[in-house]
């Protein structure tokens, strides 16, 4: 079988970085770029199954001079996996415009830029197709304190994707994926979150001290859930959605049957709402 070929953002660390090797442990190739590529070092990379490339989300030159890159090299993309991102923690009212805008920047407008690229690639490309791999985070299925922003950040992810995935030909081939993570013991928890000055009203909570405390405690194991992403992105009919880590499946399956407990007791008042005599259409 031809190998595939993905490009990765964010693989300095974490989902990233473990994908990349999984990767190319499997025969495939692949573009591992981050903001800084020249300190990224993956087992078994040489220079016909590899290519290092820097991409920043945030800047659209950026993402288009590492998908020339990509193609000049591989000629096609099959996976695009968008893993770049970072937690934003604190409470509401102690975020700053400036930290809001940043975390949308990047988890939000930055994916969008990349998916419409790798759209634009895979629809074009002989033969057309591929997979687009969102990672969001059970943070964009169910609301978390002291995460408002990065919960926006992923919901919104969500709902685009959704949107999108209704948009584009069948025989074109491109198929999407929301891959939503519990808790793993990457560095999302640790080095690479941000957080907001501490409000004097919530003094019964402490992101930081929680986040610490949970750091290196997560049940999930990165590898595990790299190889997880891997599956997902080689099945001919890859899901919508798929939750991985038992603390994110857990919770999601909480969240569904509070919704179908919750559409069921206010099914009157819902449905109450109509013109009279309207009929909907067949």
């Known amino acids: 079988m031809t190998p595939r070929v993905f490009l990765i953002t964010g693989c300095s660390t974490g989902f990233g970085n473990e994908l990349a090797k999984i990767v190319l442990q499997n025969g495939d190739y692949v573009v591992a770029t981050a903001r800084n590529s020249s300190k990224l070092s993956l087992d078994g990379a040489n220079e016909s199954n590899t290519l290092l490339v ?21 000629n096609r993309i099959d996976v695009v996996v968008n893993n770049a991102g970072f937690g934003l923690g604190g409470e509401f009212e ?25 759209m634009e690639v895979m629809r074009d490309q002989k033969p057309s197709g591929g997979v687009i791999q969102q990672v969001t985070s059970i943070g964009g299925q169910v609301g978390v304190a002291n995460f408002s922003i990065y919960n926006a950040s992923k919901w919104a992810v969500e709902g685009f ?10 025989e074109w081939g491109i198929k ?10 990457t560095d999302w928890a640790g080095r690479s979150m941000e957080f907001a000055e501490r409000h004097p009203a919530y003094d019964h909570m402490n992101t930081k001290e929680t986040m610490a405390a949970r750091h290196g405690n997560q049940a999930g194991d990165p590898t595990k859930g790299a190889k997880a992403f891997y599956e997902l992105a080689v099945m001919k009919d890859p899901p919508l959605r798929c939750v991985v880590g038992t603390d994110a499946y857990k919770l999601m399956k909480q969240k569904m049957e509070t919704y179908a407990e919750n559409l069921k007791k206010f099914e009157k008042l819902s449905n109450s709402t109509d013109v009279d005599g309207y009929q909907a259409p067949s």
């Open 94 to 118: 102690a975020l700053s415009d400036k930290q809001i805008r940043k975390q949308m920047e990047v988890n939000f407008f930055g994916l969008v830029n990349v998916t419409r690229k790798a």
């Open 54 to 74: 820097d991409l920043d989300v945030t800047d659209p030159n950026s993402i288009e001079s590492a998908f020339d890159a990509a193609l000049k090299k591989f």
């Open 161 to 170: 994707t959704e949107a999108i995935a209704k948009e584009v030909k069948p």
């Open 176 to 185: 999407f994926t929301l891959i939503e993570p519990g808790g793993f013991r």
